[in-house]
């Protein structure tokens, strides 16, 4: 079975400064993965994805994820944070076995942005 | 413009009551999904649909029921027999290949009276 880890409950950033939340999966095949950030009191919104070729894949808000097979790792990434990035940021594993799309989501990281 | 649009955005239950939460997609997508977010936990997943008249269990289905009458509509409801329902529901949204990720409603939030 598919799994994803965010061994980072919380991270506080200064703003200004570069971020990196990490995330690993477990699965047997290439996955296709994801980075969703929410908001409070919002739904998901999907920053970047992976599903094949270059492993380092950009996204919306200036993000950025880079796929590492040998670590079994997505780790999302931004040069410099802005205080609008204050939010929950969701790494998601999805082996589109069978051709059905139940992605495994990890439990969240919250991203804390000091002035 | 397209979306998923939930309805209502907080909703209270009395004990021993059933509610429904509404999920609406205009999106044309085939696959829809109920989850369920607690505080520290991430996304549980309820129920999901991947075509209309059919629909399989999540991983905390208990408690809880739905109906997939047509491709735009999947209505969750909670039952009396879901103990613990105070929580953030979300509805979500895909077309139903394996490379298309989801998309996400605003949520409802649940409270008991």
């Known amino acids: 079975a598919q799994s994803v880890t965010q061994p980072d409950i919380h991270i506080t950033v200064s703003e200004g400064a570069s971020l990196e939340l990490r995330c690993n999966y477990s699965?047997?095949?290439?996955?296709?993965l994801f980075w969703y950030v929410q908001s409070p009191g919002q739904g998901l919104q999907l920053l970047l994805k992976y599903f094949s070729g270059d492993t380092l894949v950009q996204g919306i808000k200036g993000f950025e994820a880079e796929f590492k097979r040998s670590q079994s790792s997505f780790n999302l990434r931004k040069p410099s944070v802005h205080w609008s990035d204050a939010a929950e940021y969701f790494c998601?594993?999805?082996?589109?076995?069978?051709?059905?799309?139940?992605?495994?989501f990890g439990r969240g990281t919250s991203l804390i942005v000091h002035p | 413009d397209g979306g998923i649009t939930q309805s209502p955005k907080y909703l209270f239950r009395k004990e021993g009551q059933n509610v429904t939460l509404s999920c609406e997609q205009n999106l044309n997508h085939d696959a829809m999904y109920w989850y369920r977010q607690d505080p520290g936990q991430g996304l549980r997943l309820i129920y999901y649909s991947q075509i209309v008249n059919d629909f399989q269990k999540g991983d905390i289905a208990e408690g809880y029921s739905v109906s997939r009458e047509k491709k735009e509509s999947f209505p969750l409801t909670v039952t009396s027999a879901q103990k613990n329902p105070t929580a953030f529901y979300l509805c979500?949204?895909?077309?139903?290949?394996?490379?298309?990720?989801?998309?996400f409603g605003d949520g409802t939030r649940l409270s008991i009276l």
């Open positions: 699965y047997g095949a290439t996955p296709y």
């Open positions: 998601a594993v999805d082996s589109a076995a069978g051709g059905s799309y139940i992605p495994t």
């Open positions: 979500a949204s895909s077309f139903d290949r394996g490379n298309q990720p989801q998309h």
